[in-house]
């Protein structure tokens, strides 16, 4: 068995196919698949699961993933000690649903790379149920979602509530909107409302504050950043949790306002997960840490787990 056997296995996982993980690794895709299809052969294992929309980690996969990182951790740790810096350290993926990418990943991201400058942090925009995907079968190391107050959090990861806030509209400063001091379901219905689409905790929220009556739904999308830029583009209003947009770029910039829903009462949460796991890779371990110190300084977070 040969370390770089192991490598394979988790750029496939992580990048979810034989094709991608050729190119970053940069084989032939027959070279790679024969690679792994030799670690199953000594390990007497299916690692994968082939299908043709990708190749994903079997529950004999899913197994033996914590051992596998343990190892590859354990030998960059290694490296690093004899001092071999010209390597880059394995990348750490963070799956986001949006919803605070600017007022918290920015910050998180970049103290996170002065003390790591050669760990690689991808961040890949998804659905809630594709991070809870992507953390079971190791495509992602972190993932940050939303939850309503009183959802079920999933047994299966570690947990960790980053910060609390509640729903609000997002206008530009110069909407009708924005003279009052705070907005009503039934304002909502004679604007043009900018939603997320099926599959968001805000697309089930805001179907919820309005009961059943049709909005004037003009635009959906697909997360928040793109949601605030059509915001700022004066193209209507949208309903965001309150730390997606105090402190994002185009606020301080004059080009979005919020303000409360009057008499609701709703929480959001930004909930930080990770896979249980015997061994977690040190990069993942010092992310996770950055993410839960940066939240408290934004008001929230309690201590990690």
């Excluded at 609701?264 to 993942?284: C, F, I, K």
């Amino acid at each position: 068995m040969r370390t770089e056997q192991l490598e394979y296995i988790a750029a496939v996982t992580r990048l979810g196919s034989l094709r991608r993980a050729a190119e970053e690794l940069r084989l032939s895709q027959p070279a790679l698949s024969e690679t792994v299809r030799n670690l199953e052969r000594e390990l007497g294992v299916d690692l994968l699961e082939r299908k043709r929309s990708g190749a994903t980690m079997s529950a004999s996969g899913r197994e033996l993933l914590p051992h596998i990182i343990g190892v590859l951790d354990a030998v960059d740790r290694l490296r690093s000690a004899a001092g071999e810096q010209h390597r880059i350290s394995r990348m750490v993926r963070v799956g986001t649903v949006n919803a605070a990418t600017v007022p918290l990943l920015i910050p998180v991201v970049r103290e996170f790379r002065a003390a790591h400058p050669v760990t690689q942090v991808e961040v890949v925009g998804a659905q809630q149920t594709d991070i809870h995907r992507g953390l079971l079968e190791g495509g992602f190391d972190l993932g940050l979602v939303n939850h309503l107050e009183g959802d079920d959090v999933p047994a299966e990861f570690d947990s960790t509530e980053l910060l609390r806030g509640r729903p609000v509209v997002c206008v530009r400063p110069d909407s009708p909107l924005a003279s009052a001091p705070s907005v009503s379901a039934d304002d909502l219905l004679d604007v043009p409302l900018i939603g997320m689409r099926s599959g968001y905790v805000m697309h089930r929220y805001v179907h919820r504050l309005l009961d059943g009556r049709g909005p004037s739904f003009a635009y959906s999308t697909d997360g928040a950043e793109m949601g605030k830029l059509m915001v700022a583009e004066g193209l209507g209003a949208t309903v965001l949790p309150d730390f997606s947009v105090v402190g994002d770029p185009l606020e301080r910039l004059g080009a979005l306002t919020h303000r409360p829903i009057s008499g609701d009462t709703t929480r959001v949460l930004l909930m930080l997960h990770r896979r249980r796991a015997e061994s977690v890779p040190q990069a993942a371990r010092d992310l996770h840490e950055v993410f839960v110190r940066t939240a408290r300084t934004l008001g929230g977070a309690p201590e990690a787990p």
